[in-house]
Structures are given as C-alpha cells and as structure tokens.
T-cell receptor, first 111, second 112 residues
Framework: EADIYQTPRYLVIGTGKKITLECSQTMGHDKMYWYQQDPGMELHLIHYSYGVNSTEKGDLSSESTVSRIRTEHFPLTLESARPSHTSQYLC????WGVGYTFGSGTRLTVV | DQQVKQNSPSLSVQEGRISILNCDYTNSMFDYFLWYKKYPAEGPTFLISISSIKDKNEDGRFTVFLNKSAKHLSLHIVPSQPGDSAVYFCAARHSGNTPLVFGKGTRLSVIA
C-alpha cells in the first residue's frame, strides 16, 4: 500500500505553461526528494528537503522550484515548461538512516 | 562524472538460474549501498541494502555482496523468476545521511 502519492500520473502540456507536480506522504518523514529519470539513465536529484522550510538544490541543474510548508507535502513547480522538461519525475521520502520510499512518479510530456 | 556505475544496461537469464547484477562506485566515502527494483510506469521499490561494515547481506532469494577494496558490489538473485524482470538500480550514499546517488540501472529479463 502506497504511503507516498504523486499526482498527476501522466501529464501532457504545452510549451510555456506553468505546472505543479504534487507529492504527499503520510509517514511523517522529515526528508523528501525529487528525482528526474529518463529511460536508460540514472535518477538525477533535482531538489531535496530535510524538513519544513528547508529546501536544497540537487546536482542536476533545474529550472524548477520546490516548497516545504508542511511535513507531508513537497510540490515541484515548473514556471514555464519546455520540451527539454519531458521526463519522469519521482518523489521519495525517508527517515534518517534508512532507504527511500518512492511514489509512482509523474510522466511529463511537454509539446 | 558518474559516482555509481552499472555498466551492463541489460541482462537476460533463464528462469531458475542465477542472476548477477554488478555495480561499481568511485567515491570511497560511500558507506551504505542499496538496490532498488523498478517496473515500467512505477516508482522504484527498495530491495536490499548493505552497510560498508559488512561484505554480505542476504534476504530470501536476494544476496548483496560488497567488495570495498574493489569498490564493487553485486546483487545475486537465486533462483530467478519471471516476476523478477525489471530494471535494477544500484544506489549509494556517504555518511551524514546525504541523498542517494543512483546508477543508470540494469534491465533484467528472466525468460521462462
């Protein structure tokens, strides 16, 4: 049973649109992450948070932003979508010292 | 520069035989290693992990071996089953609970 939820599962959107990918977890985890993954490639960390009001950029240059106003919620926003943003976006959460629980992902296509 | 490398993009194994997936890393500060399994259109799910103070960890059909001197780990699946067909990601982190670093994954196909 999934304790971390991502919506939408699939999204096709036009260039220049603003979009927000939602991620919520019910496990009370302090740590949350956003990864981007293309087929045959590694998961690239784009943002992470170690708690409320804490956000950090990952090692992949990204034009997205995140916020962490509540423990359970970690949305990712693209102010102006471009075809290069087409990818799978994976949200995860964890406790200190253990592995991640991932959501099902959002497959984004920008046309 | 990739810190976690999975040099085999794909692997095919017959049902019932052993599957061996390999992973190399370059960062000697890594002290915790994990394997994740991913089906298409789903998020990765945790499979097994190993701390750098161990050289082997076993969980049912899955065993992970760590060779710190070679900076190499491997995942053994015995016996392999068709349901094991998926992409397997190796991941690592160093002390301080830093975010996980992932490899590119190996697609395992178990043929009945």
């Amino acid at each position: 049973e999934a304790d971390i939820y991502q919506t939408p599962r699939y999204l096709v959107i036009g260039t220049g649109k603003k979009i927000t990918l939602e991620c919520s977890q019910t496990m009370g985890h302090d740590k949350m992450y956003w990864y981007q993954q293309d087929p045959g490639m590694e998961l690239h960390l784009i943002h992470y948070s170690y708690g409320v009001n804490s956000t950090e950029k990952g090692d992949l240059s990204s034009e997205s932003t995140v916020s962490r106003i509540r423990t359970e919620h970690f949305p990712l926003t693209l102010e102006s979508a471009r075809p290069s943003h087409t990818s799978q976006y994976l949200c995860a959460s964890s406790e200190w010292g253990v592995g991640y629980t991932f959501g099902s992902g959002t497959r984004l296509t920008v046309v | 520069d990739q810190q976690v490398k999975q040099n085999s993009p794909s692997l095919s194994v017959q049902e019932g035989r052993i599957s061996i997936l390999n992973c190399d890393y370059t960062n000697s500060m890594f002290d915790y290693f994990l394997w994740y399994k991913k089906y298409p259109a789903e998020g990765p799910t945790f499979l097994i992990s190993i701390s750098s103070i161990k050289d082997k960890n076993e969980d049912g059909r899955f065993t992970v071996f760590l060779n710190k001197s070679a900076k190499h780990l491997s995942l053994h699946i015995v016996p392999s089953q068709p349901g094991d067909s998926a992409v397997y990601f190796c991941a690592a982190r160093h002390s301080g609970n830093t975010p996980l670093v992932f490899g590119k994954g190996t697609r395992l196909s178990v043929i009945a």
